[in-house]
């Protein structure tokens, strides 16, 4: 990944189980995995047939935050453009909650292990479920290796207040059990911009309380992993085709500079899932990705067989974060 590409953000965690993570640490990340993780927590189910082109759109929405409001320090921090800085206030709690979601969810990837992290929203629109009277309820959830992993995602345009770890508490113990499991993990994290540093600033906490209204999801693993794959698919569909590497199907939006894919493989079984053959498919992807599957160098691949390559070095380069 190109110099200017790669960020790093200094990370605090505090009462995670012992060994998982460590206290104070750095996240390195790239502008590959931000537009990942703003895809992958979008809310928007990928369901063409019932939602249309939905997802896609949210993605490039999403997406285009990053080219217009995010810069790199000179030591590699993430900060605010100057535009970012003039945005009205309701504006900016938008871009801080997107930054929020992107970053909980490279956090779960990176130090946690989650390959599969998917926003509560998303699979409760495909599937119609509903989760009760409770409104406090974590955004985001996903599977890992050492069990589920459920997490409630802020984002903050400032430094985080000190009331937010006790909100944080509440939220992210509101998902008592998924498919009939207890998460491994439950976690809270903010992406903040404290004043005296003005650089991204990561939080996370794992305290072990259930909230008042926690509540069981009743999944089933294959709908899960449609739902997941779904909003690729609906992208590369969307896109202009690119063919560089036979193992991806993949596609260009060439107004943002970016590239989207998502293995062959993977993809021809999550459409016979879509049409009708569901039934195995969470096992027939964990199988699949065991298998490899390797791209050109230039783009950046993920755990779960997608692939992302964005060319943002114009707008990374600018210097108009400066105060």
């Known amino acids: 990944m190109p110099y200017w590409g790669t960020f790093t953000a200094k990370c605090f965690a ?21 537009v990942h ?30 080219p217009a409001y995010v810069r790199r320090s000179d030591g590699g921090g993430l900060v605010k ?3 970012a800085r003039e945005l009205d206030r309701s504006e900016k709690v938008s871009l801080s909650y ?54 409630e995602a802020k984002g903050r345009s400032n430094a985080m207040e000190a009331a937010l770890p006790s909100t944080l508490v509440a939220q992210k113990r509101s ?8 998460p491994w993990l439950a976690l809270g994290c903010v992406a903040s911009f404290p004043p005296y540093a003005y650089e991204l600033l990561i939080d996370a906490v794992d305290p072990d309380e259930d909230a008042l209204e926690s509540i069981d999801v009743n999944m089933d693993l294959d709908r899960y992993m449609l739902a997941y794959y779904e909003p690729f698919l609906a992208a590369v569909a969307a896109g202009t085709p690119d063919v560089r590497d036979q193992g991806y199907l993949a596609s260009r939006f060439d107004v943002l500079n970016l590239r989207v894919g998502l293995r062959r493989d993977i993809a021809a079984r999550v ?6 053959e569901l039934v195995g498919l969470h096992e027939s992807v964990l199988g699949l990705l065991e298998t490899g599957g390797e ?3 230039s783009f950046t691949t993920f755990p779960d067989g997608t692939l992302v390559g964005s060319n943002w070095a114009d707008a990374m380069s600018l210097n108009d974060w400066r105060y």
């Open 14 to 34: 505090q009462a995670f189980p012992a060994g998982v993570v460590s206290s104070r640490g750095v996240l390195t990340f790239s502008t590959d995995d931000l």
């Open 175 to 182: 998902i008592k059990s998924i498919a009939g499991e207890r």
């Open 37 to 66: 993780a703003l895809f992958a927590t979008g809310r928007a189910p990928g369901d063409e047939v019932s939602h249309g082109l939905a997802s896609v759109w949210e993605f490039i929405h999403r997406v285009s935050l990053i």
């Open 81 to 83: 453009s100057a535009l």
């Open 271 to 276: 459409r016979q899932a879509a049409e009708g």
């Open 98 to 151: 997107a930054l929020g979601q992107a970053m909980t969810g490279i956090f779960c990837q990176k130090k946690l292990g989650v390959t599969f992290l998917l926003h509560v929203d998303r699979y409760a629109g495909r599937y119609g479920v509903t989760f009760g009277t409770t409104r406090k309820r974590a955004d985001l959830f996903g599977w890992s290796p050492r069990g589920w992993v459920v997490a």
């Open 295 to 297: 791209a050109d160098q």
